[in-house]
């Protein structure tokens, strides 16, 4: 008997063909894992760089900025195109276009090629995992959805792991360069595998109704989408200001080096892998309320215990289960963004993206005037109780939406 986890990647909404849909999901969560390794790969390689360039550490982090600025503002761009001119068509453009800024970054002579390559790959990074959740949306039946999209999360959270990891070791035994090339031959072997799954199924068709302000339009009419985008915000808001200042906190309130504190915080996506690999199993005994309740408790205990947490041992399992509590929650918020204007799904999709990177601006910049003001433990706190009321209130509007459907 075929279980859930293993049915989510075979039920597929009006196509028969599920061999064929089974390759081509597992095609692109393998873009979305390259798609997030190769946004974090420069994070552990900043003292390489630095040095092979002969510029100061905070110059050498542009190569992290640049890539999370084209990421953020090219999102909308690729929504309205990946519905007019296909998403798997798009996503295929966008991972080529990520094989030539690695392969761009590999062969840099300058710092300044470099800093180009990594604008390059970040703006093309941006349509790869946004337009995934969108094809997941028009393709994987609702009620098989969220195991899909948990698996997705468990690509882009390994992709975001092992990037780190790369990065620092690659450059560590074969010099900064080390990291790229792998990471170019990814992304072109992704690309041509969405290429060549998607000439066997209809995700070449274009649709030209509509332009992008109109599809914007059309996403912003429907009442339940501004409710997603507004949670969305406000959880980017608390999560990723917290995930930015947890090294901080770890260093000042327990005194490990910011290396280690680095580490320990590695356990926060060791948190979201897990949840990813249990969604399937879960999903037999919780609703979508009942992820939502079970991210905001564990989000709101795993950060309590991490404001007051007196030792390292402490700390660390504390970690951990805020990241499988953000992820259950945010799992939750990725499968209503693949269905809260289905017309238009793809710039749904990409809207979503892009407040969610806009809460986490404005969420960082705040945490920072707090931590100034107070401390970390302050943030923490806060954002504990933010991320409960957060989840407790999106809960019962899932219910309130539900009844009347």
């Given at each position: 008997?075929?279980?859930?986890?293993?049915?989510?990647?075979?039920?597929?909404?009006g196509?028969?063909?599920?061999?064929?849909?089974?390759?081509?999901?597992?095609?692109?969560?393998?873009?979305?894992?390259?798609s997030?390794?190769?946004?974090?790969?420069?994070?552990?390689?900043?003292?390489?760089?630095?040095?092979?360039?002969?510029?100061?550490?905070?110059a050498?982090s542009?190569?992290?900025?640049?890539?999370?600025?084209?990421?953020?503002?090219?999102?909308?761009?690729?929504?309205?195109?990946?519905d007019?001119?296909?998403?798997?068509?798009?996503?295929?453009?966008?991972?080529?276009?990520?094989?030539?800024?690695?392969?761009?970054?590999?062969?840099?002579?300058?710092?300044?090629?470099?800093?180009?390559?990594?604008?390059?790959?970040?703006?093309?990074?941006?349509?790869?995992?946004?337009?995934?959740?969108?094809?997941?949306?028009?393709?994987?039946?609702?009620?098989?959805?969220?195991?899909?999209?948990?698996?997705?999360?468990?690509?882009?959270?390994?992709?975001?792991?092992?990037?780190?990891?790369?990065?620092?070791?690659?450059?560590?035994?074969?010099?900064?360069?080390?990291?790229?090339?792998?990471?170019a031959?990814?992304?072109?072997?992704?690309?041509?595998?969405?290429?060549?799954?998607?000439?066997?199924?209809?995700?070449?068709?274009?649709?030209?109704?509509?332009?992008?302000?109109?599809?914007?339009?059309?996403v912003?009419?429907?009442?339940?989408?501004?409710?997603?985008?507004?949670?969305?915000?406000?959880?980017?808001?608390?999560?990723?200001?917290?995930?930015?200042f947890?090294?901080?906190?770890?260093?000042?309130?327990?005194?490990?080096?910011?290396?280690?504190?680095?580490?320990?915080?590695?356990?926060?996506?060791?948190?979201?892998?897990?949840?990813?690999?249990?969604?399937?199993?879960?999903?037999?005994?919780?609703?979508?309320?009942g992820?939502?309740?079970?991210?905001?408790?564990?989000?709101?205990?795993?950060?309590?215990?991490?404001?007051?947490?007196?030792?390292?041992?402490v700390?660390?399992?504390?970690?951990?289960?805020?990241?499988?509590?953000?992820?259950?929650?945010?799992?939750?918020?990725?499968?209503?963004?693949?269905?809260?204007?289905?017309?238009?799904?793809?710039?749904?999709?990409?809207?979503?993206?892009?407040?969610?990177?806009?809460?986490?601006?404005?969420?960082?910049?705040?945490?920072?005037?707090?931590?100034?003001?107070?401390?970390?433990?302050?943030?923490?706190a806060?954002?504990?109780?933010?991320?409960?009321?957060?989840?407790?209130?999106?809960?019962?509007?899932?219910?309130?939406?539900?009844?009347?459907?």
């Amino acid at each position: 008997m075929v279980n859930k986890a293993d049915a989510a990647l075979g039920d597929f909404k009006g196509n028969a063909e599920h061999g064929l849909h089974r390759r081509l999901v597992l095609t692109l969560y393998v873009c979305c894992f390259a798609s997030l390794a190769s946004m974090r790969v420069c994070d552990a390689m900043l003292p390489a760089l630095s040095e092979s360039f002969s510029v100061t550490t905070e110059a050498a982090s542009k190569s992290i900025s640049v890539f999370a600025l084209a990421y953020g503002v090219i999102q909308l761009f690729f929504g309205p195109a990946g519905d007019k001119f296909g998403k798997i068509r798009v996503i295929a453009v966008a991972t080529a276009l990520c094989a030539f800024g690695n392969a761009a970054a590999f062969f840099a002579h300058s710092f300044d090629q470099l800093i180009a390559a990594r604008f390059l790959s970040g703006a093309a990074a941006a349509g790869i995992v946004p337009l995934t959740m969108a094809w997941i949306g028009d393709n994987v039946a609702y009620e098989r959805r969220q195991a899909v999209l948990a698996k997705l999360l468990g690509a882009t959270v390994f992709g975001m792991i092992a990037g780190q990891w790369a990065g620092g070791v690659m450059s560590a035994h074969f010099g900064w360069r080390g990291a790229f090339l792998p990471m170019a031959v990814v992304f072109f072997v992704g690309a041509i595998l969405a290429i060549l799954e998607a000439r066997h199924s209809q995700a070449f068709a274009l649709q030209k109704d509509g332009n992008f302000f109109d599809r914007v339009k059309l996403v912003l009419a429907e009442p339940w989408a501004r409710v997603v985008l507004l949670v969305t915000f406000l959880e980017g808001g608390f999560a990723y200001s917290v995930l930015a200042f947890m090294p901080t906190h770890l260093h000042a309130a327990m005194g490990l080096s910011m290396s280690s504190a680095a580490l320990t915080v590695a356990l926060y996506g060791l948190g979201g892998l897990t949840y990813s690999r249990c969604a399937g199993l879960l999903l037999a005994r919780l609703s979508e309320r009942g992820f939502a309740i079970m991210g905001g408790l564990f989000l709101f205990a795993s950060l309590v215990i991490l404001a007051v947490a007196p030792s390292v041992s402490v700390a660390l399992p504390a970690c951990f289960f805020a990241g499988f509590g953000f992820y259950s929650l945010h799992n939750v918020l990725q499968m209503n963004a693949t269905q809260m204007a289905p017309r238009a799904r793809g710039t749904a999709v990409s809207l979503f993206s892009c407040v969610l990177f806009l809460g986490q601006s404005c969420g960082i910049l705040i945490a920072a005037m707090v931590v100034e003001q107070w401390s970390t433990r302050s943030w923490l706190a806060f954002a504990a109780l933010g991320l409960l009321a957060l989840a407790l209130t999106f809960s019962r509007l899932i219910t309130h939406r539900r009844a009347q459907a």
